[in-house]
């Protein structure tokens, strides 16, 4: 039973993550900096109780794995200015799901067996399906509503390319997950300095925003180590699977305490493809 709960601790941490940002609020560029600068603070306590083993190898590839990590987060956050979490989250959680699965796939060369292409591509299929429900928008709709969702989407597959590069290359470069947390963050923060440029005029990288939202970057990063403690204990097949159920949490949350707004039709379907990209997410996980 314990095990269960630590698995489900990245899913409960990811999922209020960015509640805790739209709840405090700013500009993109003080959530961004805010989120960067509490995964860098934990990662500088991890150091106090696990030393990595120091390489050029490690550090170079954990820094650029923090810059991928820094451009997926901050488009992912002007997502949520522009169609709302309960919209953005299950379409960037589908886009990843399908992105890191291609991967695994391709790269990785995962899918060994029979059964692993009739869950995996199954699993891809309802994702896909998951995400066009999300996506939808009633023809009535205004114009303006449209267009937000083509800008959302368009940032959202930008926000996909940065997650999915983040997730993979410590697994390319052969690497400890505890070990790259401390590059990783240095990579964080000076990414979210550098990107928060191309979204504001005038980046606000360190005002009250910025330091309140530090909230959500130690959300993230007591999800990090959950997921690290939880893929130790539980394997990676519950650990992964489990922690993507995070977007439940963050799309109900979206809609009941962020008050975001759906027609009857819309909710309906936002619902089913929610439930379509957690189940897909779950057959995903019997893949590995």
């Known amino acids: 039973m314990g095990n269960i709960l630590l698995a489900l601790v990245p899913a409960v941490m990811w999922g209020i993550q960015p ?6 609020g700013g500009k993109t560029s003080s959530q961004q900096m805010g989120m960067s600068l509490g995964a860098l603070i934990f990662s500088i306590g991890v150091l106090f109780f696990h030393q990595p083993v120091w390489s050029w190898h490690l550090i170079l590839a954990s820094f650029v794995c923090g810059l991928a990590w ?6 992912q956050i002007e997502s949520f200015h522009i169609i709302g979490v309960s919209a953005a989250m299950p379409i960037s959680t589908g886009m990843q799901l399908i992105g890191v699965t291609l991967f695994g796939i391709f790269y990785f060369h995962e899918w060994t067996s029979t059964m692993d292409y009739v869950y995996g591509i199954s699993a891809l299929i309802v994702i896909i399906l998951g995400v066009f429900f999300t996506a939808y ?7 303006s509503k449209q267009g937000a969702m083509q800008r959302g989407l368009f940032v959202l597959v930008l926000s996909t390319i940065g997650q999915v590069t983040y997730n993979v290359i410590p697994r390319m470069a052969d690497l400890n997950g505890w070990d790259v947390l401390f ?3 240095i990579g964080m923060a000076i990414g979210a300095m550098a990107f928060s440029f191309f979204f504001d005029k005038k980046p606000e990288l360190f005002s009250k925003k910025s330091f309140q939202n530090i909230a959500a970057g130690a959300a993230f990063a007591i999800g990090n180590i959950g997921i690290l403690l939880s893929n130790k204990v539980n394997g990676v097949a519950v650990g992964f699977t489990l922690s993507q159920m995070n977007v439940i949490v963050n799309t109900l949350g979206g ?3 962020l008050k975001e707004s759906r027609t009857s039709k819309e ?4 619902i089913g493809g ?8 779950i057959l995903i996980g019997l893949t590995k």
Do not use: M
């Open 70 to 75: 820094a451009f997926g987060q901050i488009t």
């Open 137 to 143: 928008r009633e023809k009535g709709d205004n114009s």
């Open 255 to 257: 809609l009941i305490f």
């Open 267 to 270: 909710l309906k379907l936002t």
């Open 19 to 24: 509640l805790i940002l739209q709840t405090i």
């Open 274 to 281: 929610l439930i379509l990209v957690a189940a897909g997410g």
């Open 183 to 185: 590059p990783q963050g």
